[in-house]
């Protein structure tokens, strides 16, 4: 089976071995991942904060592209990315002028016949119904599975998961023999972009979420998004001094952990990129 | 030959700023029929009145057309003015110029066409009209109040007072309502127990009020003055003429763990039981879900210890049929169950809790005995947190309008914790403190200056435990958005209110509406707060919005007067908007030829049959007959009728395709 696969510009860069991870476990299920060609960037938050009709053509243009190659669903795994891809399928949904406006400067034809899957949805359609039997080394730990602000909202538009209190990541978690623990941190915000321009405030909002895990005694924390990675991951140094304790408890794309528990190669899932070492 | 008056009315400006009125007269003045023809300033004032009436009686009008506003407003002055003048008032008809036609419309050429072609209609129409006379009906000299909260036995007790008889029935096994519960009450911090029992005993004990506790609504028939209603008395399981509630039953019942409805889960109570101490009647229910009797076909506990043989385990409901003359609805409110907010964990932390539980824990009669303890290990909160608009104003979460008592009993709860717990702190989370009211401000700000609740602008977004303390996280508005976060002991969510489960069904029930929230609707927000659109049924209290306890019992008085209006007269009048079924000289009788298809139509079962007999007393023909008390004009059986043998009265067949003839300029 084939399915459209839009990276973004994080898999392709500082966050590789979510690419990485996310293709080995498509292809572990015999699921072959086609990447849109000639895609372009999703807008992130630049677009959308300076020109509104900007940030819908640039991802109109990813789906138009989409189209064109004949895909009917495409796999996004970045949380900001697949907020972007669908709030445009939504708008250009809702407002006829706008879709006109917007294609016609991108001259490329769109119908919004493409379906857009986050790596939970993906996971919960083509991965877990086939788990069973697939595990051979459950992922027998204590997970803090971590949402951050984009997986689940706005809910109107998404229409997935509760927003306050998530829970697709834990269901998922707990198929592949871990134990989500319940906690406060679900969905706060890890300081985003923050991370470059005041790296002490994702010390400061990222430590909050470490930390809380921690306290509940989490042996890893569970994410789907490359920003909140490189937030937790990266920025563990910040995270260290703004808590003043040194915590070492490694953060996993949620397809580093399941791709463990089927038993794929520790390097194929990228495991070997992480700041804080991966132990579990 | 008919000789008609028209009257076109300016409305002030409110027609002749887009219609031209005295062209309208002129015009209406050159139709066949028309006698008398003229435009004036305000039509209801009595100078318009007197124009119509000299009119009237100078011309020898047979019918009157005036041009105003809708018949809803002034349809009564005017056939008054006509009847007045000797005319029959159902010779009198309106075209509606303003609602239909200036205000809806451009000033222009078209407009004052279009307010010529409704007055030619109505021109028309009177030629055929009839003179009528009002129906009498018998009025039944006995109101149904329906819920025995405050407001229902406000209304009882006023109504019962002016001499009439009073059927107050309530689903729960005792009456009193939320009030019941309360701990003390705003603005004065009196007790609510103290104010509301002796109301509740003078309710008991009145001899012209019947109280039916444990029972509800089953079905209503008729209309206002006579309406016919089916109670249910659900079963209390006890014969309740043989106990004497004395209580032993309840302590002995094996079962004595089902949280208490009336302690809003914080304390227990027992399978047979009494919901509170001051409770009216004071005398048990069994709880025939949680009673291992009825569950497991053994214990009897209570039928052994019961001194008097009191306990019915076979009693069944009883449906009892009673005939009223009005009803007042005051089924009161209830309060959103604060799960949708998962981000404040209610439920999942114990000592989040909502303003009704912390109401009892702040009462005397309360699972702590009034001391404020919270509900997972008993312990004094030494810091609590309250948190308004828990739902309120949350147009995507909750519900959109203000819940309106919240801001004023949160004041209330923090005053009561300070008062009790000395050296602890108390925060309240608010978007705008509502305090509209008398003395209500005065209040809000003694619980600020001189109890020294910290009152912080702003919402929370989440609140989790830690350390054994509730973190309230929150903003900080009025310090440029600043997060704040407060450990708490104990969170209390200010929850909306809203209407009680199975309002809809019971406005059905009752042929009355409701607004989008399911609150009952009044029929007028302004000038009839108390009244619903079905003649004879009113409101009181909670029922209709959220409301506070001077504002249910004002509704409650309000609507026992219109009830004791009512109950004034010994008949009523109504109008004569009714079906006929047609009646000729003999041998034909009627065209009607029984087929009834009209009575299996009848949505009011209005219709019966008649048979006509010769002078020998034998049966010649079966044919339609209407029952004008139960009629209500809606037209349903004059579609129906195959040989248009029915007619309404004032709305004839005849009538309206003159109208529509008339506006395709036939005449
Ligand atoms: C936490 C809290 C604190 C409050 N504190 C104050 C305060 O300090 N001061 C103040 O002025 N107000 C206060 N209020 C408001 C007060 O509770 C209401 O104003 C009052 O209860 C309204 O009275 P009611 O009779 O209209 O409704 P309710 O008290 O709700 O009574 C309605 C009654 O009708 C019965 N019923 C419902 N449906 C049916 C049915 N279908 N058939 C038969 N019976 C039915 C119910 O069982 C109930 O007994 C507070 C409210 C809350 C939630
Ligand atoms: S024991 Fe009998 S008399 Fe006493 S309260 Fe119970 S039912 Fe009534
Ligand atoms: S009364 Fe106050 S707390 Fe309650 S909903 Fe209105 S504003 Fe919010």
Redesign the interface.
């Known amino acids: 089976m084939t399915l459209g696969f839009y990276p973004g510009c994080s898999l392709k860069g500082s966050s590789r071995e979510y690419a990485e991870s996310v293709l080995a476990l498509a292809k572990a299920f015999d699921i072959n991942l086609e990447e849109i060609n000639d895609w372009n960037c999703c807008g992130a938050t630049a677009a959308h904060n300076m020109n509104k009709e900007l940030s819908l053509a640039l991802p109109t243009r990813i789906l138009s592209l989409a189209e064109k190659q004949g895909l009917k669903e495409i796999v996004v795994p970045c949380a900001a990315c697949y907020s972007r891809l669908t709030v445009t399928k939504h708008e250009l949904a809702e407002d006829s002028a706008l879709c006109s406006a917007v294609t016609e400067s991108n001259g490329l034809e769109y119908t919004g016949s493409v379906s857009v899957l986050n790596v939970v949805q993906f996971l919960d359609k083509y991965i877990t119904p086939n788990l069973e039997g697939k595990v051979v080394k459950p992922f027998d730990h204590k997970v803090a599975c971590y949402y951050g602000c984009l997986l689940v909202r706005p809910h109107?538009i998404l229409k997935f998961d509760?927003e306050?209190?998530p829970q697709s990541l834990d269901t998922l978690m707990l198929k592949s023999g871990a134990t989500p623990i319940?906690?406060?941190?679900k969905t706060?915000c890890c300081g985003a972009g923050l991370s470059v321009s005041r790296t002490s405030s994702v010390g400061r909002l990222s430590g909050k979420i470490i930390g809380?895990a921690k306290?509940r005694g989490a042996e890893t924390v569970i994410v789907a998004c490359p920003m909140c990675h490189s937030n937790l991951d990266m920025r563990r140094d910040a995270i260290n001094s703004y808590l003043g304790e040194k915590i070492d408890i490694p953060v996993l794309y949620i397809t580093q952990a399941i791709g463990l528990a089927i038993g794929l190669d520790r390097k194929e899932l990228g495991l070997q990129r992480h700041f804080v070492k991966v132990t579990v | 030959m008919s000789k008609i008056g028209v009257f076109v009315c300016h409305c002030g400006e409110n027609i002749s700023a887009t219609v031209d009125c005295a062209r309208v007269a002129e015009t209406a003045g050159n139709y066949d029929g028309v006698a008398f023809s003229v435009d004036y300033k305000y039509m209801c004032s009595d100078p318009g009145q007197n124009l119509i009436k000299n009119a009237i009686k100078e011309q020898g009008l047979t019918g009157v057309v005036v041009a105003s506003c809708s018949p809803r407003m002034h349809e009564p002055t005017f056939r008054k003015a006509c009847a007045e003048a000797g005319l029959n008032p159902f010779m009198c008809e309106m075209a509606n110029l303003r609602e239909h036609c200036s205000w809806v419309h451009e000033k222009g050429e078209a407009t004052t066409e279009k307010a010529i072609d409704l007055v030619r209609i109505l021109v028309e129409k009177v030629k055929y009209n009839h003179s009528l006379n009002e129906i009498k009906v018998p009025v039944t000299k006995t109101a149904l109040v329906i819920g025995g909260g405050i407001a229902g036995i406000q209304a009882s007790l006023d109504i019962a007072n002016t001499g009439h008889k009073v059927i107050l029935i309530e689903k729960d096994p005792s009456i009193g309502g939320h009030m019941s519960q309360l701990s003390e009450t705003f603005p004065t911090l009196d007790c609510s127990q103290c104010i509301l029992t002796p109301r509740m005993v003078e309710v008991a004990q009145h001899p012209n009020i019947t109280l039916y506790t444990y029972a509800e609504l089953e079905s209503l028939e008729g209309f206002i003055g006579n309406f016919k209603a089916k109670i249910r008395r659900k079963s209390k399981s006890i014969d309740e003429k043989l106990c004497t509630g004395c209580g032993l039953c309840t302590t002995k019942c094996p079962v004595k763990k089902i949280p208490s409805e009336f302690n809003e889960g914080l304390g227990k109570r027992t399978a047979i039981y009494v919901p509170f101490p001051q409770a009216v009647p004071n005398k048990p229910v069994i709880d025939r879900a949680n009673c291992t009797y009825y569950i497991k076909g053994k214990c009897k506990v209570c039928e052994i210890v019961c001194p008097t043989g009191a306990i019915r385990f076979d009693q069944e409901d009883q449906i009892m049929e009673v005939e009223i003359g009005a009803i007042v609805i005051a089924t009161g409110f209830t309060v959103k169950q604060p799960d949708f907010f998962p981000e404040y964990g209610y439920g999942k932390f114990p000592d989040v809790i909502t303003g009704l539980q912390f109401e009892r824990l702040a009462s005397a009669s309360g699972p702590t005995l009034g001391e404020i303890r919270r509900p997972s290990d008993g312990k004094i909160p030494e810091k609590i947190v309250f948190l308004a608009c828990a739902g309120s104003r949350d147009p995507a979460k909750g519900i959109p309008y203000c819940s309106k008592i919240c801001c004023m009993y949160i004041a209330k709860h923090a005053m009561l914790y300070q008062h009790k717990v000395h050296g602890g702190k108390s925060y309240v989370f608010y978007m705008d403190i509502r305090a509209g009211g008398k003395q209500y401000e005065e209040f809000v700000r003694r619980a600020i200056e001189d109890d020294g609740v910290n009152y912080v602008r702003g919402r929370v977004s989440r609140i989790y435990e830690k350390n054994g303390k509730l973190i309230v996280a929150g903003v900080d508005t009025l310090l440029n958005a600043m997060p704040v976060e407060i450990d708490a002991d104990m969170v209390v969510l200010a929850t909306a209110g809203v209407a009680n489960e199975g309002a809809e069904e019971l406005a059905q029930k009752l042929h009355v509406s409701y607004d989008p929230y399911k609150f009952f609707a009044e029929a007028h927000p302004k000038l009839k707060p108390v009244e619903t659109n079905t003649a004879g049924i009113f409101l009181a209290g909670a029922c209709q919005a959220p409301r506070d306890i001077p504002e249910s019992v004002a509704m409650a008085s309000g609507a026992a007067v219109k009830v004791a209006a009512l109950f004034s007269k010994d008949e009523l009048t109504r109008e004569p908007i009714i079906a006929v079924v047609n009646r000729q000289a003999p041998p034909v009788y009627s065209s009607c030829v029984g087929c009834f298809l009209c009575v299996s139509a009848c949505p009011y079962q209005a219709i019966e049959k008649e048979e006509i007999k010769n002078r020998n007393g034998e049966v010649i023909k079966s044919i339609a007959k209407v029952n004008p008390g139960l009629c209500q004009g809606c037209g349903t059986c004059v579609a129906f009728c195959r040989t248009k043998s029915i007619d309404i009265q004032g709305y004839t067949n005849e009538q309206m395709y003159t109208e529509v003839m008339a506006l395709l300029n036939e005449y």
């Open positions: 109107e509760r306050e209190d319940d906690w406060a941190f706060e809380d306290d």
